[in-house]
């Protein structure tokens, strides 16, 4: 019932935060409207400084869902700007690969252009450097390699409709298409029954741009730009000095020798929508993403399970745990005691420190820094601050904490190893600091180093990798130390009975109870609970989607978490039943093994929706994988061994702590008696 409660509240105060969004009218950072008019209009106006007349088009990286390499727009050899400077980029941009830059098209506010020259690309076969340039084009139309434009930071958006009269809007559009030698067309091919000729490229190079606008009453002077669409084309103008955007399609045949020339051309119009207002100019390309309802199905299938399990530990707690308790603190003598099976007999070796506590407390440590960083970055998402408006936020603000977060983990690994009684803390606080961050960093570099030797643009610069390296080693690296510090400086962690100095055997334990069947089952239905989610999540990272519902995204990872805590204490107090005293590595790994899952979930997504090829692509795609599988590794267990040790705590606190020191110096007495035989036995 609290769990559910808890949930509902979640529910109520998301809805708020969201009406809240909608009620008070403030602009984020970097996000304030831009307000336009015309040249003429803007010199009368003279007390409205900030309206503009010229627009701006910026062009960003090309990426494809056939491959995991994006590229810089100048290496396709378009159409380019060479002394204009290009934009700042923030951390976020420059992990993800974006590549932004002044574009040669140029536009004044509400003067329609039709058939404009941009520029003219010649190419020869025989000329090495310009049959590259002319090869390197090919290839991108043949992986269907995508334009990403912007105008007034709005993705320019290519609409056309889909199955059941929809309309989709997509936020790229593509270089070109091909049409196989079977005569089959391939991707944008199919839009137009002109590119018919087999084994041949068609060029994309003119578009119609329609810019939509609305007039601001009231407010400000001028207007605001609410979207921006285009219609890519493709023609082969006859006359290419004064070209006239008429006759056949721009084709190029696979195996063409001598020489070509491309004419690069745009209409551009405007139009005033009345409808849609500024605050709103993204819910267009959003609402032509048909996914809500698959959210809310996968919403409620998460609540079925939480429930589920709630109800189950309910069960265990209010009616099992309950009853044992109240018998065991009703115990009289040793001899009833003895009876007595189950969890109530490994009081004293409950805390005994796990194996490898160092290595665990290391992950702990770790685990706690992801926690933090995850639902902070969420919490921050949900209100609006890391929309896709903003773009490379979400991955800015993810990294920042991460490397303010170091305390929290050196803490916390202190504090756990201290109390597995651990001596080599200096060990520790290194292993904190390098081990988790080093393996994610080697497997990072290794794949920039791949991203180097494709030209991609998605290659981090020497500068930006030297810059995290500080970050690391300048800042979250001492951050830790400190952490560690109070961490070793504060008493260790008073658990509620004594561990006894010689260990309890572990009796028989069944199939069901042993540990890799446990932390197999454990992980299943964490996984069903984010399987739908982690679909979107993917899509996002490689089919280029636009990702932006991180509601559902929090209420999701909230649900997560008590999942992940609810089946950790389900499967730790059935071993403890089984008299199996060793909890630590068992919870952790128990919830932990959620990642085993997604990362057989990124294989089977490998193979089954992307179109991915190429050898360097895949290994790109794995290397990733891998570090987010390790992320998630840590994130999760960390959150079972936490709930476990809460449970145990709570459970062995309430037993009559007199009680059980009676009975365990009695039960010691007993062993010692009936091991003198055996060793008089063995003597002789």
């Not at 003219?120 to 340039?133: D, M, Q, V």
């Not at 890799?516 to 239905?525: D, R, T």
Request: with cysteine; charged share 20%.
């Amino acid at each position: 019932m609290a769990v559910f409660h808890g949930v509902r509240v979640v529910f109520v105060l998301l809805f708020v935060s969201g009406s809240l969004r909608g009620a008070l009218s403030f602009y984020l950072p970097g996000l304030a409207p831009v307000s336009f008019c015309e040249k003429e209009e803007g010199e009368k106006n003279n007390d409205v400084p900030d309206c503009k007349s010229t627009i701006e088009l910026f062009v960003n990286r090309l990426d494809s869902v056939e491959s995991v390499l994006p590229y810089e727009y100048t290496a396709f050899d378009f159409c380019a700007v060479e002394s204009e400077k290009r934009p700042s980029e923030n951390l976020g941009q420059v992990l993800f690969g974006e590549r932004i830059e002044l574009s040669p098209y140029k536009f004044s506010f509400k003067k329609d252009l039709e058939c404009q020259s941009v520029c003219l690309k010649s190419y020869n076969t025989e000329k090495a450097e310009e049959k590259a340039k002319l090869d390197f084009l090919k290839k991108g139309m043949l992986l269907n390699y995508q334009h990403h434009w912007i105008v007034d930071n709005m993705p320019v958006t290519w609409c056309y409709d889909v199955e059941d009269n929809q309309k989709f809007c997509n936020p790229g559009f593509p270089i070109g298409c091909y049409v196989t030698d079977t005569g089959r067309p391939k991707d944008a091919c199919v839009v137009s029954a002109d590119f018919n000729d087999k084994d041949t490229f068609y060029i994309f190079n003119h578009v119609d741009i329609t810019i939509f606008y609305h007039v601001v009453e009231n407010e400000a002077a001028g207007a605001r730009l609410v979207a921006a669409k285009l219609e890519p084309k493709s023609y082969k103008c006859t006359n290419l000095e004064k070209p006239d955007c008429n006759g056949p399609p721009m084709s190029l045949n696979k195996k063409f020798k001598g020489e070509v020339k491309i004419p690069y051309t745009y209409s551009v119009k405007f139009v005033e929508d009345k409808q849609i207002r500024w605050a709103s100019r993204w819910d267009y390309i959003l609402e032509s993403m048909p996914h809500t309802n698959i959210q809310w199905f996968s919403i409620m299938n998460s609540l079925v399970i939480v429930l589920f399990l709630s109800g189950m530990v309910a069960m265990i707690i209010l009616r099992t745990l309950h009853k044992d308790i109240g018998r065991y603190n009703q115990m009289d003598s040793v001899e009833d005691a003895q009876e007595e099976f189950g969890w109530k007999l490994v009081h004293g070796d409950v805390f005994r420190p796990p194996r490898k506590g160092m290595l665990l407390s290391v992950f702990l440590g770790s685990g706690t820094q992801i926690f933090i960083m995850t639902f902070v970055t969420l919490f921050f998402a949900c209100l609006g601050f890391l929309s896709p408006a903003n773009r490379g936020a979400l991955m800015t603000c993810a990294v920042v904490l991460w490397v303010l977060l170091g305390t929290p983990a050196g803490y916390v690994a202190a504090r756990y190893y201290k109390s597995f009684d651990g001596e080599k803390w200096k060990t520790n606080v290194l292993l904190t600091a390098f081990l988790c961050p080093g393996v994610v960093f080697a497997d990072f570099f290794e794949m920039n180093l791949i991203l180097w030797g494709e030209g991609s643009s998605a290659a981090m610069p020497f500068g930006t990798l030297v810059a995290i390296l500080a970050l690391w080693f300048c800042v979250s690296v001492p951050l830790t130390f400190i952490g560690a510090y109070f961490g070793f400086k504060k008493t260790g962690i008073e658990h509620p009975v004594r561990t006894n100095q010689i260990p309890r055997q572990i009796p028989e334990q069944s199939f069901y109870t042993k540990p890799l069947p446990g932390i197999v089952m454990g992980g299943i239905l964490p996984f069903g609970c984010i399987y739908i989610q982690l679909f979107f999540i993917l899509n996002s990272i490689w089919s280029h989607q636009m990702y932006y519902m991180f509601g559902f995204l929090f209420l999701v990872f909230i649900i997560l978490v008590i999942t992940c805590s609810e089946a950790t204490i389900l499967l730790c107090y059935f071993h403890l039943c089984a008299e199996d005293y060793h909890w630590q590595w068992r919870s952790f790994l128990t919830s932990g093994f959620t990642a085993v899952y997604f990362l057989v979930y990124a294989i089977h997504y490998f193979f089954s929706k992307l179109q991915i090829s190429g050898l360097a692509s895949t290994i790109l795609y794995f290397g990733y994988t891998m570090i987010m599988a390790l992320i998630f590794f840590l994130f999760t267990g960390t959150i079972g061994f936490f709930a476990c040790f809460w449970f145990v705590t709570k459970i062995y606190s309430v037993v009559k702590v007199d009680e059980m020191k009676a009975i365990l110096r009695e039960t010691e007495l007993f062993s010692a008696k009936c091991e003198i035989p055996e060793r008089d036995l063995s003597a002789g």
